[in-house]
């Protein structure tokens, strides 16, 4: 079965501090894709990230970096020195290659508040 | 116009009301989704378009019509609708089966049925 958990359904912090927000995902594909995406307040879905599952190097991009490992089946994502532009809904997602459609399953989401 | 764009952006309808939600996409996809998101809830995959086929359907009410015209055009009509059908309508695009699929996302629909 393919699932996607995260667990913190809200966090808050304060400015400049680092966060990160936890996804677990469970499938039997050997071959399937982890997602991110960002959700501000004006409902547009963004997209940050994609990784396989052949490709466990960890990626950092300006303040935002993944540390995917497939031993705990978790892709988590730390926001460094979060500024109040971090809050939003983040969601993580999965898909598995062979899927017809391309369908993605969504974790719940965890809504980010960065307070100044 | 670049990306996923919707319109209209926010919509406000009486049950015995017929609206129409379009979308389109300016990146060459040949795939087309329509995801409803109530509020604290997680998002839904409603259709699923590929090469202006429904290959998806998740037991979707009747009153909730998908059509796809060509690849970059997706509608959802919408006819005596239910107040808990109230929710953010998002539409996405991907090109299928090039692996990995990244779906891109529009704006969404605001929809308040009273």
């Known amino acids: 079965a393919q699932k996607v958990t995260q667990a913190q359904t809200e966090i808050s912090v304060v400015e400049k501090e680092d966060v990160t927000l936890d996804c677990v995902y469970e499938?039997?594909?050997?071959?399937?894709?982890l997602f991110w995406y960002k959700q501000p307040p004006s409902g547009e879905l963004v997209f940050l990230i994609r990784?396989?599952?052949?490709?466990?190097q960890n990626e950092i991009s300006g303040r935002y970096s993944w540390n995917f490992q497939k031993s705990t089946s978790s892709f988590n994502f730390t926001i460094t020195a979060s500024q109040v532009v971090d809050s939003a809904v983040y969601f993580c997602a999965l898909s598995e290659a062979n899927n017809q459609g391309g369908k993605l399953i969504f974790g719940q989401g965890t809504e980010l508040s960065v307070k100044p | 116009e670049t990306g996923v764009t919707q319109t209209p952006r926010h919509l406000v309808m009486g049950m015995t009301n017929k609206k129409s939600l379009k979308c389109e996409q300016h990146l060459g996809h040949n795939a087309m989704y329509w995801y409803k998101q109530s509020a604290k809830k997680p998002l839904e995959l409603m259709f699923v378009?590929?090469?202006?086929?429904?290959?998806e359907n998740n037991s979707v009410p009747s009153r909730f019509s998908p059509e796809c015209p060509n690849s970059s055009h997706l509608f959802l009509h919408l006819h005596t609708l239910q107040p808990e059908d109230s929710a953010l309508y998002l539409c996405?695009?991907?090109?299928?089966?090039?692996?990995?699929?990244?779906?891109?996302f529009g704006p969404g629909t605001r929809l308040l049925v009273l």
């Open positions: 990784r396989n599952s052949f490709d466990e």
């Open positions: 996405a695009s991907s090109q299928l089966p090039t692996a990995p699929q990244t779906q891109y």
């Open positions: 499938t039997r594909d050997t071959t399937y894709y």
């Open positions: 378009y590929s090469l202006e086929e429904r290959v």
